[in-house]
């Protein structure tokens, strides 16, 4: 399961660092990783990932890759919470949700 997430269009984007200090106010451990294929951001002791769109630094858009077992409860709900105090917002089939 995924879940995406963005930053509103009128909104500027954040830095990785501003997603990173977002991701550890959570009490999660983030480790940011620039693959050659793109940026991920790997949790410690968790299995869900975020692929995070990035351009000299600065992202607008994210996909959440829930691990087995975390598609309720931690570790998303931290993620969204984090990504929402960003002024981020998710988006699914029926359109756009605010995070919190």
């Not at 501003?18 to 968790?46: F, M, N, Q, T």
Request: glycine share 10%; proline share 6%; net charge negative.
């Amino acid at each position: 399961m995924e879940t995406l997430v963005r930053i509103p269009e009128s909104a500027p984007p954040s830095t990785l660092l501003e997603v990173l200090a977002s991701l550890r106010k959570e009490h999660l451990d983030p480790r940011h990783e620039a693959k050659a294929w793109g940026d991920w951001i790997y949790l410690e002791c968790y299995n869900t990932v975020i692929s995070i769109d990035s351009n000299h630094g600065l992202s607008t858009a994210a996909t959440i890759e829930h691990g087995d077992g975390e598609e309720d409860g931690e570790p998303v709900e931290s993620i969204l919470r984090a990504f929402g105090r960003l002024g981020w917002c998710g988006f699914d089939n029926d359109g756009e949700f605010p995070l919190g």
